[in-house]
C-alpha cells in the first residue's frame, strides 16, 4: 500500500498525528509512505522516519520539491498552503515503478482500516474520491464549467490515484496549463484543478472514505436523496477529515470527533499538547454554540 502526502515544516506535527493514526489502525499492512515536502529540515526529517520506520516499521520515502514549480499559483490569502499544489506533480515526482496510490491531507485522521479502500478498482479510471459538500456549489462549478447536477464535485483530500493512467494522458502538464488558463477562478486550489479535468471519469467513493467537515453540520449543503447515505455512513468512519479553517489543533475547533484527533496526537511527541484557551477564545466558542443553538450559525450536529 503506497500513501502520498504533501507537507512543509509548518505542518510536521499534523502530517504526523495524521501518519500515527493510519498506521496505528492498519498495522496488518506492508505501507510505504511518500512524503513529498518543502526543505524539511533534518529534525522533520527525522521526526517523520521515528513514527513510520521505528516505532510501525514501516517504509519511508521522502521527495524534496521545488518550491518554485508552484510559486506563482494562486493561493488568494487562505488557511491553504502553496504546497497543497505539490500534488499536481505526483506522477513525475514519484518513480515510474508505482501504478496506484492513495493521496491523504495532513488534516484528517484515519480510524480504521484503509485496505477496502486500496482495493478499489480504478481499471480505466484516473481517481477514485468522495463527493464534496459547500455552500453555494452549484455557482463554484458553473464558474468552472462543471454540471454540477449531473456530475458533481469531490473532494481531493482523500484520492485514490491511478498513476498509470495520468502519465497516459499527460496530467502534469494540463494540470498546468489548467492553473494558468483559469488562475482568477481557481477557489479550491489544486482541488478545482483536478474536478476541472477529471469530473466526469471519477469513481465516486462511499462518504465514510472522506468525513469532511459539513457533514457533520446542521445544514450539510446535500440534496435529501443523498441525507439518508450520509446518516448511515456517518456511523461507520474510516477516514475524519477536518476539512474548515478552524482545525482541531486551534482553540476555535467545535468539530465533534476533534477528541479523536486529540487522542492520536497525544501517541506523538506532542503528547499533552493543547492550544491556549484564554478568555477571549472561550468567550468566542460559548458565543459561537449559543449562536449555533439559537440556528443563527450552522453548527455542528451532537449525535450522528
Known amino acids: 500500500m503506497d500513501i502520498v502526502c504533501c507537507t512543509d515544516n509548518n505542518y510536521i506535527k499534523y502530517c504526523c ?11 496488518e499492512e506492508n505501507i510505504t509512505i511518500h512524503i513529498l515536502g518543502d526543505n524539511l529540515t533534518s529534525d522533520s526529517q527525522n521526526t517523520i522516519t521515528s513514527i513510520v520506520e ?15 514549480l508552484v510559486v506563482d499559483f494562486p493561493n488568494m490569502g487562505s488557511y491553504v498552503s502553496l504546497t497543497t499544489y505539490y500534488k499536481l506533480f505526483i506522477t513525475s515526482i514519484l518513480p515510474s515503478s508505482l501504478h496506484k496510490v492513495l493521496y491523504l ?12 479502500l486500496w482495493d478499489c478498482d480504478l481499471t480505466g479510471k ?3 474520491a468522495v463527493k464534496d459538500a459547500h455552500k453555494g456549489m452549484e455557482i463554484h462549478c458553473a464558474l468552472l464549467d462543471i454540471d454540477c447536477i449531473r456530475y458533481g464535485y469531490f473532494n481531493a483530500g482523500v484520492m485514490l490515484l ?7 494522458v499527460g496530467f502534469e502538464k494540463k494540470a498546468v496549463d489548467y492553473v494558468t488558463e ?12 483536478f474536478n476541472g479535468l477529471f469530473y466526469r471519469q471519477v469513481i465516486h467513493l462511499p462518504y465514510r472514505y472522506n468525513l469532511h467537515d459539513r457533514l457533520y453540520r446542521r445544514q450539510r449543503y446535500i440534496d435529501a436523496e443523498t441525507l439518508p447515505i450520509v446518516k448511515e455512513e456517518l456511523k461507520s468512519p474510516v477516514i475524519i477529515h477536518f476539512s474548515s ?6 482553540s476555535r475547533c467545535l ?50
Open 182 to 193: 483559469n488562475s482568477n477562478r481557481l477557489t479550491f486550489h489544486e482541488q478545482d484543478v
Open 105 to 116: 491531507d495532513c488534516d484528517l485522521i484515519i480510524v480504521h482500516s484503509v485496505k477496502s
Open 54 to 68: 521505528e516505532k510501525y516499521n514501516q517504509h519511508l520515502c521522502l521527495y524534496a520539491v521545488d518550491r518554485k
Open 126 to 128: 484516473p481517481l477514485a
Open 245 to 250: 479553517g478552524k482545525k482541531p489543533w486551534t
Open 255 to 304: 468539530h465533534p470527533c476533534r477528541y479523536l484527533y486529540l487522542r492520536y496526537l497525544d501517541m506523538t511527541i506532542w503528547k499533552g499538547e493543547r492550544p491556549d484557551m484564554s478568555w477571549k477564545e472561550r468567550l468566542w466558542r460559548w458565543n459561537r454554540h449559543l449562536a449555533s443553538c439559537l440556528y443563527l450559525a450552522n453548527g455542528y450536529r451532537k449525535q450522528y
Open 162 to 168: 491511478n498513476l498509470d493512467y495520468l502519465r497516459e
Open 17 to 27: 498525528v495524521m501518519l500515527t493514526s493510519l498506521l496505528e489502525n492498519n498495522k
